[in-house]
């Protein structure tokens, strides 16, 4: 990471004109190529359960936000999402069913999507003691585990992320962020998907060609 | 294809404006401009598609260039392990059957990376791998058999290959190199060429991205580890300990009273110098010195120097430029250097002595090439001199006079 | 005035660390352009300053002896071999962790029981782009070889009738049949096992497992 440094007019004009603007890097998953077009609908065929930790990287009403979108996401794409609160127990596809004296309908794909945010780094400066502080460098990790409907844990990344503040004119942080985010999320899932696919067709025919 | 159009369409037109109908030709002009201004889009997407393949070319260029050394290094690594474990009993004829490179990258450097591994394999012998050719391994054969007609690489169907004069038990040798994230990979097989095909010998290599290369040498090839060592010696010039012999001459100016100089003294010295940080970035040394001029002059002296590298880092291949700061304590006996002599003293048959017993601090710049050759230019100034009427000075900036100015040759061991 | 003279003689050597850094420091270099594209070919990983001075000596520096103003952290990357743009998403995505997967893969074949386990085993890929399924092919094999699991370069093989109505079912009943194929024409011998690698769905960037051994065909991961 050896570069030039800027002309100090650029430098000088950026301090007068700029403010403080939000720079992103993907460190980890983040930035990984994907093959998937979320404007499709990738997931007709599935029903999802979206959990959303809370942590010290993310509280409560961060974490019940980001599994909205997360659901949206998803709906986009033709699944059916459940937003599960934090801390419920995951809930059996066939208890469930029994208790509403519903007869099984036709098996549809059911993942579980587990996010959970973990704080690496976190850089603040007081402003003002006690009542202003600004955070400049945060560095997170978000583990991602897909699992079926048995608990079987069918894919699993973690996206480590880094947003630093520094001067500048504009930022498309956030979008960009978004976008890779999103993307990998999407990916993620709809590898497990596949790999769902593929195992039941695996115990569907046990020693048979 | 905007081209094409419009030249299909242009002698429609002129041919109308021959015929007098001027509608006619308005009309078809139009067309044409309206295509023209169509085709604009069309003629720049293209002009952007041909300029981003060009982008993407010189890319893979820019990174095939700097995954050869890379590549070479990883050969290097394989057949340096042939030659520590040979994947044979004894020297035995083997065919590069196939060598492919990264995924995105032109065959050319395939070209030189089996150079490369040809160039190595001749060179160690002990690796028992022999590079041998055989057409027929490479050529696509059409056999037809009980199974029906194959169509293969002679390498693939070995059985075929037997019925034209083939390798028979021979063996081939599968190269590939893999561009993985940050990784390059180096992968080995070996199969022997009978109709069951067995892999006899697999090796997978990775380097990471901006490891420095080894530049190993085809013979007598070495360890990574010790081609290491032998790199940081280099850089180390094999120790931070050096023993210099100099040749070093000192003129001195004259004083405007006295109208000439004393002679110009030629010293041979010799003693220690060690680098003071590994990078050789500070070097200080100790010498001894002697001269002599038969009937001028005699002399001793002790000299010690400090100096500092003008440069953050020095070069392995071009010379390197050291700011030199020294002080020296000399005495020198003889008619020819009268004028350095001290006053007042005699000999002990009363005659005037001629010795004299100074001391000088020098300030100069230091050539160093490989730390095995330098030359040095200096400046001297001798406190007992100072508005002295027998020796006068070359320069006196702020106020300090450089009596001497000196230059000398190193050679060191 | 001399408080905030002291104040910036005390602050600056951490300032002027501060401003190098490449990527929030004011003397990075791409205020206009956005950091961000410069920053997408690297792999990187946060590792603390103790961790990285035992890992990088001579290119980390060493705290100052009379401690340190900045809380420090380093940043370790890696630039990616190719550029981003130069091969296909999904062929830069399967290549770039080949390594780890073909270990994985292999190690599913050497975790099998030892009847099996001790056959010779073929390996065939299906995968797009031919490159990119030689590639996939090639790492296999010296992953199985390296398990110590005996394997052959030969490939197994088809009449053309099998390969047009394989080509025309879905790959879920094409595997099985075509295994059921190798052992009726004697291209899979008794002593043969066939080890499947299978892009399953063009818009994933995994690859799925299988075996076929004995006509029966079953799918790994």
Redesign the interface.
């Given at each position: 990471m050896v570069r030039g440094s800027p002309p100090l007019a650029l430098i000088l004009t950026s301090a007068i004109l700029g403010g403080c603007v939000d720079v992103y890097q993907p460190m980890t998953g983040l930035h990984r190529p994907i093959a998937i077009d979320i404007g499709y609908t990738n997931f007709a065929d599935l029903d999802l359960r979206v959990r959303c930790r809370a942590s010290a990287a993310m509280d409560a009403s961060q974490a019940g936000e980001l599994c909205r979108r997360v659901a949206r996401l998803f709906e986009n794409q033709g699944a059916r999402v459940e937003v599960l609160r934090d801390g419920a127990p995951p809930i059996d596809d066939a208890e469930e069913a029994a208790a509403e004296g519903e007869t099984p309908k036709a098996p549809r794909a059911a993942l579980s999507i587990e996010i959970a945010g973990r704080e690496i780094r976190r850089d603040t400066t007081t402003i003002i003691p006690w009542a202003w502080e600004h955070t400049s460098d945060y560095t997170i990790a978000q583990d991602i585990s897909i699992r079926d409907e048995s608990g079987f844990l069918l894919a699993a990344d973690t996206f480590v992320f880094r947003f630093v503040s520094r001067i500048g004119f504009f930022s498309d942080a956030e979008e960009q962020f978004s976008a890779d985010f999103y993307g990998q999320l999407s990916q993620l899932a709809l590898n497990a998907k596949v790999r769902r696919r593929v195992l039941a067709e695996g115990q569907a025919r046990p020693g048979s060609g | 294809m905007s081209h094409r159009s419009m030249s299909y369409v242009m002698p429609d037109a002129i041919n109308g404006a021959i015929g007098g109908a001027m509608s006619y030709v308005i009309r078809h002009v139009a067309a044409v401009a309206c295509l023209m201004l169509l085709a604009l889009p069309v003629a720049r997407a293209q002009t952007a598609e041909q300029a981003q393949r060009a982008e993407l070319e010189e890319l893979r260029r820019v990174v095939a260039g700097e995954v050869q050394l890379a590549a070479y290094d990883l050969v290097d690594e394989l057949v340096y392990r042939w030659n520590q474990s040979p994947p044979f009993g004894e020297p035995t004829p083997v065919i590069i059957a196939d060598l492919t490179v990264p995924v995105g990258m032109g065959t050319g450097l395939a070209a030189l990376v089996e150079n490369h591994l040809a160039k190595l394999l001749i060179d160690n012998p002990q690796s028992n791998v022999q590079l041998s050719a055989c057409p027929s391994c490479t050529a696509m054969l059409v056999h037809s058999g009980r199974e029906g007609t194959v169509v293969s690489r002679g390498l693939d169907n070995p059985k075929a290959l037997d019925k034209v004069g083939g390798p028979g038990g021979r063996h081939g040798l599968y190269l590939d190199l893999a561009a993985e994230g940050a990784w390059l990979v180096l992968r080995a097989r070996i199969t022997k060429l009978t109709p069951d095909l067995p892999i006899v010998y697999s090796q997978t290599i990775a380097s990471p991205v901006g490891a420095p290369s080894l530049l190993r040498s085809s013979q007598g090839l070495k360890s990574a580890a010790e081609a290491r060592d032998e790199y940081l010696d280099a850089l180390e010039d094999r120790g931070p300990y050096t023993i210099p012999v100099k040749f070093a001459v000192r003129t001195y100016a004259a004083a405007d009273e006295f109208g000439f100089p004393p002679a110009p003294v030629i010293w041979l010295q010799t003693g220690f110098e060690a680098a003071l940080t590994q990078a050789r970035r500070w070097k200080a040394d100790i010498v001894l010195g002697y001269a002599w001029l038969p009937d001028a002059y005699q002399g001793f002296m002790i000299q010690s120097r400090m100096a500092r590298l003008l440069g953050q880092t020095r070069s392995l291949t071009g010379p390197d430029v050291y700011l030199v700061l020294g002080a020296a304590l000399m005495t020198v006996d003889g008619v020819a250097v009268a004028q350095l002599a001290d006053l007042g003293q005699s000999n002990n048959d009363g005659t005037v002595s001629t010795r004299g017993t100074f001391a000088g601090l020098h300030l100069g710049l230091e050539m160093r090439v490989a730390n095995r050759v330098g030359a040095t230019v200096f400046l001297e100034n001798m406190p007992a001199f100072n508005d002295s009427d027998r020796i006068g000075d070359f320069v006196d900036p702020f106020g300090i006079e450089f009596h001497s100015f000196g230059a000398e040759v190193s050679f060191c061991f | 005035m001399e408080f905030w003279i002291y104040v910036l003689l005390f602050s600056l050597p951490s300032l002027v660390e501060y401003a190098r850094d490449?990527?929030?420091?004011?003397?990075?270099?791409d205020?206009?352009a956005?950091?961000?594209e410069?920053?997408?070919g690297?792999?990187?990983?946060?590792i603390s300053h103790v961790t990285a001075r035992e890992r990088y000596p001579g290119r980390v520096t060493a705290p100052p002896p009379r401690g340190d103003l900045l809380?420090r952290?380093a940043?370790v990357?890696?630039?990616?071999?190719?550029?981003?743009?130069?091969?296909r998403?999904?062929?830069?995505?399967i290549?770039?962790?080949?390594?780890r997967s073909s270990e994985e893969m292999a190690g599913l074949v050497a975790g099998l029981a030892d009847p099996l386990r001790e056959r010779?085993w073929l390996v065939e890929v299906y995968y797009p782009?031919p490159?990119?399924a030689?590639?996939v092919q090639?790492?296999t094999?010296?992953?199985l070889?390296?398990q110590g699991v005996?394997?052959?370069?030969?490939?197994p093989?088809l009449?053309?009738g099998d390969v047009e109505v394989l080509g025309r079912i879905d790959p879920?009943r094409a595997w099985?049949?075509a295994?059921?194929r190798y052992v009726a024409?004697d291209s899979l011998g008794a002593g043969d096992a066939l080890m499947g690698v299978a892009l399953?769905?063009?818009?994933?960037?995994?690859l799925?497992v299988?075996y076929c051994a004995d006509?029966?065909?079953?799918?790994?991961?």
């Open positions: - | - | 490449p990527v929030a420091g004011p003397l990075a270099p205020l206009m956005g950091a961000g410069a920053l997408r690297l792999d990187c990983e946060a809380d952290q940043v990357c890696r630039a990616r071999l190719m550029p981003p743009g130069v091969r998403a999904r062929d830069e995505a290549l770039g962790d080949l390594r010779t782009d490159q990119v030689a590639k090639f790492a094999k010296n992953a070889l390296e005996r394997v052959t370069d030969r490939a093989t009449a053309a879920q099985p049949l295994c059921t024409t399953r769905d063009r818009r994933a960037t995994i799925n299988g006509g029966d065909w079953r799918w790994l991961r």
